[in-house]
């Protein structure tokens, strides 16, 4: 069973510093995604990573696959309040990790 | 991004009641469809994958009959809670995909058993 332990759950951090969110696995994933979530809403698609050590970048957030294909990390920069909101790392057979649940004070 | 509709967005209904919810792809055509259950502040739980024209696949702990699923065509899946409970209140969202790796969610269903 594949599986996808997502760290940390909850991070609340002040305007403009940086964090980053991590997804592991102990299983090769052929693909992993991640997903933002606002309130009330569905997710919706950030970026999908595909290749081993990929790194892509939209704006300040900054992807990354492992060489081995069984983690990913998201990395923001200079967090905004615009930023909060649930993130959630897939893949598979669309299974989710729990979650990462950002608040950005300003 | 492609767009997937998920109606009703917020349903109250009393218990013992049936509701049903519908998941439509509007500009492609699904293969397959995903329901997951979230309830606050936690990940997606799926709860079944449906194909088109075929039974759908339930995940461990998921009472088919109790959560009933059709997908009848490549654009519309709905999932219907029979005989809600109280404890079925929740949030429930679809996604769709077509051979790709991505899903595309649909809004959510805010579900409230009174």
């Known amino acids: 069973t594949q599986l996808l332990e997502q760290s940390p759950q909850f991070l609340s951090i002040q305007e403009g510093e940086n964090l980053t969110v991590y997804c592991n696995s102990s299983?090769?994933?052929?693909?992993l995604q991640w997903y933002r979530q606002e309130p009330g809403e569905g997710p919706v698609l950030l970026v999908t990573?595909?290749?081993?050590?990929e790194v892509k970048k939209l704006k300040r957030l900054t992807f990354q696959f492992g060489d081995a294909r069984k983690d990913s990390s998201l990395h923001i920069t200079a967090a905004q309040p615009g930023d909060t909101g649930l993130y959630l790392c897939?893949?598979?057979?669309?299974?989710f990790g729990q979650g990462t649940e950002l608040s950005v004070k300003p | 991004g492609a767009v997937v509709s998920q109606h009703p967005s917020r349903v109250i209904c009393k218990s013992g009641t049936s509701v049903k919810i519908e998941c439509r792809s509007l500009?492609?055509?699904?293969?397959?469809m995903f329901w997951y259950r979230q309830f606050p502040k936690q990940s997606l739980m799926l709860m079944a994958t449906?194909?088109?024209?075929?039974?759908?696949?339930?995940e461990q702990g998921v009472e088919k009959d109790k959560f009933l699923i059709n997908h009848a065509s490549l654009t519309l899946s709905t999932l219907t809670v029979t005989s809600a409970h109280p404890e079925d209140s929740s949030f429930y969202i679809c996604?769709?995909?077509?051979?790709?790796?991505?899903?595309?969610f649909g809004q959510g269903t805010r579900l409230t058993v009174v």
């Open positions: 500009d492609f055509q699904a293969t397959t």
């Open positions: 449906s194909n088109e024209g075929s039974k759908a696949t339930y």
């Open positions: 996604s769709a995909t077509f051979i790709r790796v991505e899903a595309f």
């Open positions: 299983s090769v994933f052929s693909s």
């Open positions: 897939g893949g598979g057979k669309l299974i």
């Open positions: 990573v595909v290749t081993g050590g």
